[in-house]
């Protein structure tokens, strides 16, 4: 009995220190809110979500602290207990940075050691203050070895000072985040893994922008999942990501809750990859998922799903858009499951339509653990 016992033990301990392992992940149902969204935060159905977003902090280049403008800062001062009145378990990280910074302050910051440490003590400040659980940096992007190098320096130190804060306060130390480009390189320039691996409790793959009127000619699956023949696909990034040396529980996929539209240059050719002559309905085409909704409401427009892509769009005259629906969020839930990821994430929240593809995300994931820690 008691060999049987010994030799039970012995197959079962990689499983039962995979099983430990796993089980210690809590998996991230996210959302990003925007500040420049003008959604209000109390809007937010935070019982979708275990991890929500306030973006964004700035960097000041002067002083290379995290601040808060003086009209965010009551909005986002009380993010915290606003979204936790409806969901009490949801984490809140604060994001620093975004799309409209400059990629010149971070990397000016991320330089030299002691523009580094103000950077970290200031958003450790900040983010205590607020009463954040984790800080999330949003640089786009580095675009050099040396600021590569540098993000890597500043990773390692903000993981220093979070665990030293915490170990001479007494308090949970604060989650560490960062959203990336899609792939485990930007362009030609490798990120630093060792650093990620190391510093960071996960990845935001910003898999979307894949295609877009400011910089496509012909139509395009702005989030593709999948891209047959490119490397331009969510897919594509994840894998890349593994290949690097990133676990896949650390990888947490990116859907957008918009996209984009473009002016088809023949009303006949209207699939992907179609000729266009510029943007639609915005100057830069962007739209949001309710803005889209409305668009095919009011003008009666034909909606296409493409499983293999995993994509929609829809056309109505020369107005095309590429976009992510119902189908394509259920379709990358299950990718995110069936993959072994830590879970996924939205930008944004305010551009959803009442809800439907966070709940669409939300019922998708299923039965698994949804409290996060």
Known sequence: MAAKLLLFLFFSFPFLLQFHFSAGQNPVRGGYWSADSEFPVSDIDSTLFTHLFCAFADLNPQTNRVTVSAANQPRFSSFTSTVRSRNPNVRTLLSIG??????????SMASQASSRKSFIDSS????????FHGLDLDWEYPSTRTEMNNLGLLLNEWRAGLNNESA??????????????????????????????????????????????????????????????????????????????????????????????????????????????????TPDGAVSYAQIRTFIAQNNAVEVYNATVVSNYCYAGTTWIGFDDTQSIRAKVSYVKQNGLLGYFAWQVGADDNGTLSRTASQAWGSRQLVAM
């Not at 975004?98 to 990397?107: I, L």
């Not at 792939?183 to 910003?206: E, F, G, H, K």
Request: charged letters at 10%.
């Open 98 to 107: 975004g799309g409209n910074s400059s990629p010149a302050g971070f990397a």
């Open 168 to 281: 001479v306060t007494g308090r949970p130390k604060l989650l560490l985040s960062a959203a990336l480009f899609r792939n485990s390189d930007y362009y030609t320039l490798l990120y630093p893994i060792q650093a990620i691996r190391n510093s960071l409790d996960w990845i935001n793959v910003m898999a979307y922008d894949f295609y877009g009127p400011g910089w496509s000619n012909v139509t395009g699956p702005p989030a593709a999942l999948y891209n047959p023949g490119t490397q331009v696909s969510g897919d594509y990034g994840i894998r890349s990501w593994i290949q690097s040396g990133i676990p896949a529980n650390k990888l947490v996929l990116g859907f957008p809750f918009y996209g984009y539209a473009w002016r088809l240059v023949n009303a006949n050719n209207h699939g992907f990859f179609a000729p266009t002559s510029g943007a639609a309905i």
């Open 124 to 131: 450790i400040n900040l983010a205590r203050s607020y009463n």
